[in-house]
């Protein structure tokens, strides 16, 4: 947590409006509830379920969905912060009644609020194991008045800066073949992903 100092103590940036955000590190998450760090937590979510959230999160595999709801709720009971849950719904992947139902019953454990996020393409990823390309639900309205009649807290995110290829998970650079740079041993580069460290700004 060396950085929020940095960003706190250093830069005079409230600790209240800084947003830590993460793929499921677990032990770090409950790390951060043992330190009570004054922080906003968001989790990139997109799946409730094991199998699924495997092929969407990698890191998955290492912590599963209940070694990160355990350290969620650690945390919250710690710190008595609510948490943000990132999801993005692909159409035929996590976006069933059944996967909007285990959302529904893992969301009520915690003090939350849901950030939709539109998908954005990225066009050199090629995501194995889904059996179909990647895209948006269609019932993304639908769905998010479902969650909304659960008396859940649920946003859907702006997609602007996506016409430059830097709205939200397009944290990369493409460069073209046909560029001045096409001579370097890459010409399409990915930035590694890493969680993110950021002062909170929601689009509601």
Not at 15 to 32: K, L, P
Request: glycine share 4%; proline share 4%.
């Amino acid at each position: 947590m060396s950085a929020v100092e940095v960003i706190s103590d250093g830069l005079g940036v409230a600790r209240r409006r800084i947003t830590i955000s993460t793929a499921g590190w677990a032990d770090e998450i409950r790390q951060m509830g043992e330190e009570k760090q004054r922080v906003k937590l968001a989790v990139s979510l997109h799946s409730v379920n094991d199998e699924t959230r495997s092929l969407l999160m990698p890191l998955n595999k290492k912590f599963n969905v209940e070694a990160l709801r355990s350290s969620i709720e650690y945390y919250y009971a710690q710190t008595k912060q609510r948490v943000t849950f990132e999801y993005i719904f692909f159409d035929g992947v996590n976006d069933s009644n059944g996967d909007i139902a285990e959302l529904i019953k893992f969301a009520r454990r915690i003090p939350c609020k849901i950030n939709v996020i539109p998908f954005h393409s990225i066009s050199f990823a090629h995501p194995s194991g889904l059996g179909a390309r990647l895209r948006p639900s269609p019932r993304i309205n639908a769905i998010v008045e479902t969650l909304r009649n659960q008396n859940l807290t649920v946003m859907i995110r702006s997609n602007a800066g996506e016409d430059i290829d830097a709205a939200c998970g397009q944290l990369a650079v493409n460069v073209r073949r046909t560029s001045r740079f096409s001579s370097r041993p890459s010409a399409r580069k990915r930035v590694s992903t890493l969680p993110r460290l950021q002062t909170s700004r929601t689009v509601e």
